[in-house]
């Protein structure tokens, strides 16, 4: 299976702030990844789906980039509803999501 | 609106079986590729199982093959999840979970069922 690694595995940050997420795969997935968030007690959402196109109803604050190996999800001014965790997940061959990089105030 | 519902967790023996549910409404069911993935308490999200629209291909992760078994029923706009000799580690909650777009096989989840818990334990 490919192996999905994110960084940093938890962040802190604060309300207006650029953040960015790391996912690298353990070999080539093209361009086979996604972005969800993910909220305490609440079913995963998706927000990126082929490295970079932005899933209907997420706003434009949200942007995703990569390709091969090594993919960053970015959210250009962070709001209070956006602290949750988020998870990558590759879509080239049997699924398997990183291990969820949590962002906290 | 489109909605997964999913029933049937609850808490089990360990080797013993459950059976879960996911009802689909507001999206022609019969068209997707439906999933299950788990998520144990406080872990990660991993990906239990999938199956394609007219049941002619499923696929399973490795720790639950041969032990649990996903059909549907696209006349009752329905996704089931056999799980059969449980363990302690397949306690998680489990969601459904739909392919973004129709008759594709590139596993994009969306949307997701808001979960059902398995417990497994003595």
């Known amino acids: 299976d490919i192996q999905m690694t994110q960084s940093p595995s938890s962040l802190s940050a604060s309300v207006g702030d650029r953040v960015t997420i790391t996912c690298r795969a353990s070999?080539?997935?093209?361009?086979?990844l996604n972005w969800y968030q993910q909220k305490p007690g609440k079913a995963p959402k998706l927000l990126i789906y082929?490295?970079?196109s932005l899933q209907s109803g997420v706003p434009s604050r949200f942007s995703g980039s990569g390709s091969g190996t090594d993919f960053t999800l970015t959210i250009s001014s962070l709001q209070p509803e956006d602290f949750a965790t988020y998870y990558c997940?590759?879509?080239?061959?049997?699924?398997?999501f990183g291990q969820g990089t949590r962002l906290e105030i | 609106e489109v909605q997964l519902v999913e029933s049937g967790g609850g808490l089990v023996q360990p080797g013993g079986s459950l059976r879960l549910s996911c009802a689909a409404s507001?999206?022609?069911?019969?068209?997707?590729?439906m999933h299950w993935v788990r998520q144990a308490p406080g872990k990660g999200l991993v990906w239990v199982s999938g199956?394609?629209?007219?049941?002619?291909?499923?696929g399973y992760a490795d720790s639950v093959k041969g032990r649990f078994t996903i059909s549907r029923d696209n006349a009752k706009n329905t996704l089931y999840l056999q799980m059969d000799s449980l363990r302690a580690d397949d306690t998680a909650v489990y969601y459904c979970?739909?392919?973004?777009?129709?008759?594709?096989?590139?596993?994009?989840?969306?949307?997701w069922g808001q979960g059902t818990l398995v417990t497994v334990s003595s």
């Open positions: 979970a739909s392919q973004r777009a129709p008759y594709t096989t590139t596993s994009v989840f969306d949307p």
């Open positions: 507001g999206f022609t069911f019969s068209r997707y590729w």
């Open positions: 199956i394609y629209t007219d049941e002619s291909t499923t």
């Open positions: 070999q080539s997935i093209s361009s086979s």
């Open positions: 082929t490295a970079s």
């Open positions: 997940q590759q879509s080239y061959s049997t699924p398997t």
